[in-house]
Structures are given as C-alpha cells and as structure tokens.
C-alpha cells in the first residue's frame, strides 16, 4: 500500500514535470534561455519631420526593455535593443532595416515611425523574413497587405498602432454627433504617405456626415510659408479645418489660421498625438480633437503602472507614441518567452518568433492586447482635444466593437 | 484677396532680401555664391540657438547672429574664392567650392546634438523650431477682413531699409565707387590703386550679413527654422529672382523679389497648391526666352 502510495506520488510528479517542459506550459521553462541575449533593433525617426515622435517611441521602449531586464529577462535571456535614427527619410530606413536584419543578426525590427519609410521598410523585413513590428505607422496598406499593391497578406509584418482608417472616421464621427458642422476644409500635406492617405479617408468620411467639404488644399510638406494655404482655408468659412499632416505643420497651421482671426474647429490625425505638437500650438490649438490610440488617464490596469514608471524615468508623462513603443517590447517579449527560440537558427527563431506573436495575449497600456487577423490591433479609441498647454483632455471613449 | 496680396509682400520681401546679397557678389565677381542660401540658415539657427540654448535677449542674439553670418562671409571669401581667383579657376569651380562649404555648414547645424562639436548650434533632435511665443513682442492687428501681424509687417520696413542703405552705399559713397570700379573690371581698378581683394572680402561680408538678416526675419515672421530653410525655400528661388531682376542688378533683385512672391501667391490662389513652384519657374523661363537679360538688364549697362 505504501509502495502503490510511492509510485502514485512518482507518477504524479512526473507528469507535472512533463507538463511544465511543453511550450508554455509553466515554470520550469523559466531558466531555459539563461545567458541570451535577445538581440531587438528599432528604426525610429529621431531626427528630421518625425522627429517629434520618434523620441517618445524610443524612451517607451527602452523603459519596457529595462523593466524586463531587470525583473530576470525573457526566460532568463536578456533584451538589447538598439535605436536607429533613419532621419525621417525612407531611402536611410531601409539601408538601416537592411543592416539590422543582415549584418547585425536582430531577431525582431520595430518601426519605422512614418509610414512613408513604413512602404520601403516592411517589404524589405518580409522579403528577409524577419518580424517587424509597427509602432507608430497609421497610413492605409501597412497591414496585412505590405506590398501593395499587390494584396497578398505580409507574414512578417504587425503593428500595434492604431490606423488613421479607424481613427479619422472615429474622430470625424464623434464630432459631427456632438456639433453637427455643415462645412469643412481640408488640408493636406501631399508630398507624405500618412499625410495623403488621410486626406483620402477625410475625403471618403465627411459625406456620410452631412458635412460639405469645401475645398480641399494641398500642400508640400517642405514648405515654410504656409500662409497662402491657411488664407485660401479661412476666407472659404468653415466651420471646420481637417488637417492631415504631420511633424510641426498642424501647430503652425492652428496658429495662423487663429492669427487670421478663424474660430472654428481644428480636426486632425494621428499626427496631432503628441505632446510636442500640443505644446507647439499651446493657446492656438485649444480644443483641437484627434483619435488617439492610448489616453494618460485611462484605467486598464498596466496603464498606471507604465504612466509611473515612464515619469519616474523621464520626469515627463508619456504619450500615446511612448505607449506603444512600450507595449511593442512588451509584445515581443511575450512572444519571445513562448517561442522556444534555439538561439543557433536565426532564421528559424524569427519563424517561431512570428508565429508567436500572433496568438499574443496580454495587458497593456493599449489595453488587453492581441492582435487581428490581418495582424492589426483592436483596441478602445479615446477622442481627445488639446488642452492648450502641452497636454490632452479626455473627450470621448469609444470601445472597440 | 486682399489677405493674400500681403501674403505675397511679406515673403516677397524676404526674397528680395535674399537675392540682394545673392546679387552683389554675382555683380561683383561674376561667381554665383551658392553658399549663400546656407549663410541665411545659419543666421536664424544662430539667433535662435543663442536665445534658447544660451539665454541671450533677442536683439543681442540678433546682432551676433548677423555679426557670425558677416563673418561667414569672410570664410566663404578666404576658403571658396580666394584661393581658386589666386589660381585663375574657372568661376565653376568657385560654384562647386561654395555648394561644398553650404554641405558643410547645413551639416554642422544638423548635427547639433547634445554632446557634440556642434551641440550649441542646435536643438537636440528637433527638426523646425519656431521662437516661443512672448520671446519677441508680436501684436496682431485686424483691418477688415486683413491681418497684419507685427513680425510680418515688420519684415517690410526692415528689408526696404537694408536695400535703400546698400543702394546709397554704392551709388553715393567712395566705396560704393572703389566698389563698382572693381565690378567693372578688377585689372584697371588695381591699377588705379585700389586694393580688390579687399573690395571683394568686403563685398562678400554685406552680402552674407544681409543674407544673415534675411534669414532671422524669416525665422522669425514664419515661425520656422530649421537646418533646411536655405535649400528648401530660398536657394532655388533666389536664382529666380535675380534672373528675373536681372542678374547682377540690385534694384532687379528687389523688384524680382517681390514679383516672385505675387506669382507664387497668385498661382496659389488660382490654380491651386500644386502650381506654386511650377509657375514661378514657368514664369522664370518665360524672361529668360523673351527677355534674357531680365527687367532691369539693359537700362543698366555698369553692374550692380
């Protein structure tokens, strides 16, 4: 009897042990990638007109990477993560994708921050098969169709950031329910991917809400005298300006259309999201709405973890940019943990890593994250308006569908 | 309208600006100064970096700014020119020579990060700054349906100013004459005693001041300044100018200044965004087929 009690005591244990070496089976995997190294490279406009994103990209990630580090690694592997300005210019982008996947051997890319680096970039990691993760770029065809025009879905390619597609209408939506314009302008950087593309959706959106669009200015992004454009937006009357564009333009726009004495209602893009751009139009921006991926106030549980430790590190709060940057290493990482990476078979590594990542399922700032199908995320989509001081105000909070 | 015609005098004025200086030194010397257009940007970059990063008020950041942009003058003068004039070089290579010193002082200001050589140029990271507001008073005034805000009504004043002192200068003055001698022909004024490398350091130092003022007042009234101000928005456009003035001629490069800036504007307003650059030069080759020589060319046979 006590024998049988011994074996039945054994066999228990061995099976709890079988169990714990299968993939994502518990703890006893924990130690199982010790003395790694997960070699991560990020492409992230520093400098140039992205340059007011890509910084907070940047310290969003390095802040995750140091949490993970510090608290044992993915499995006892630690990150590096290297930062890699491509100056805003899509031919330096993918010469340091090249680089990154080639000669420095990453597992995993994050970036590029525009979208218009974004189109020479991720075919390039798909063509290489090497995960890329997006974690700024929001224009129309960068998931899953990489390579359009083709329209076969890109294997290699995520993004954690919302899409102007989602977010433009979102943003135009709520706007019209709250105050019902009549008439708008556009105006749109023509000579930008991100910038272009959400002229496109502003133009497919405004009919279904019974605003007519006046006229629609374009614009190159080079240029420094935007006066001519703004005069041609103001003297039509509308009640609303769409601006689509990025780096400081929507601020210099917001403050000469105010110069020119123009009262009404500033609608943007994803490119309003930062602090910096809020802080450039200060008083002249107040009100100005956009769709934002993540709001510094919103109650997902990771979210106050992530927005003390970002101001414990940086003494700044962080912004949506920041978020996702955040929640980009936190994704790899996860998916890291499960892949059962060899560390000797690159290519192989970077499969497994990818197959990964798409059964994603965890908290973060963006909220309970996994990505679509179509490896796009499905998150809650917060309206905000700038506070006239740098900052954001809450405005409205549209949950996912 | 209205609205826009002011549009068109204020960045019509800066052209003209620009292109007097740009103009000066082709009067002179018959070099096209290409690094002119880098002279302008580093005379807003300076200003700002020394308001911002080193706490100057605005006006003694001003006067360093152009006080640096003069001196750049002397640079572009001893390392450009001089040597290759010393050599007989053909004025293209000049040309290459001040395209290859613009690289440099574009890069230089570029590479203002935290940390390097070049750390107090610049501001870490950023790509176009604009002055915050409250660092230069600028009322806005509204006229009818007209907005006049001050640091663009003042960039007219300012920029007329600078012309009529350079125009009475070398119309009135022993230098102004010491100095169309030179253009005139460099050997008889040597032989008249007149020391030329001289006249031309001199030349090429209010050319690049102006170029510095220029290049603040731009700054300042659009509220953009960046490393590539010059290249992007006044390089190509200067040339315009002074073709359409005529080149060499001062008085040319004013009128083709303020020209530009309508023809811009209008084909804004009439034909749309896309149309600014293309009419502008649409209208440059239109002077060049019926009018080579440009407004001013041929009343005024002696140079600048």
Redesign the interface.
Known sequence: MKRLHLVAWLAAALLVAACGSTPGGGTSNANSYSGKTIKLGAILS????G??YG?QSRDGANLAVKQINASGGVNGAQITLTINDDA?DKAQSAQVAQKLIQSEQDLALLGPTLSNSAVAVHPLAESLKTPILAVSTTGIHIVPDCNFPATTPCKYVFRDSLGEETAIPTNIKSYATDKHPATGVLLVA?DDKFSSDGGKIVQDTVGQYNINLLKT????K????L???V??A??AKPDVIFITSL??IPA?IM?EAR???WQGQFLGGNGFNTATVSK?A?ADGKGARSASAWYLGNTFASNKEFVDAYKAEYSKDPDQFAAQGYTAIKVLADAAKRANLTFSDLAGDRDKLRTAMESVNIQTPLGPFQFTSTHDVKQTVWVIAMDGAGGFTLVHEVKQS | MDQQILNAIFIGSIYALFAVGYTLVFGVLDILNLAHSAVFMLGAALTYSLVINHGQSFLVACIIGVAASGLMGLVIEHVCLRPLRRRRAPPIAALISTVGLALIIVAAIEQGQRGTLFGWLWVDGANSVAFPPGTIPNPTWHIGDLTLEASKVAVIPISVALMLALGYVIRYTQVGRALRAVAENPRAARLMGLDVDRMISLTVVISSALGGVAGILFGVALGDISPYIGRDNVEVRGLAVIVLGGMGSIPGAVVGGYLLGLIEVFAVVALGSGARGGVAFAALFLMLVLRPQGLFGAQLREKI
């Open positions: 520093i400098t140039g007109a340059g007011v910084p805003s023509q200015i374009k614009f190159n080079a240029e420094a005298d006066s001519p454009y005069t041609q103001v003297q780096g400081g210099k403050t110069k020119q004495g450039q200060g």
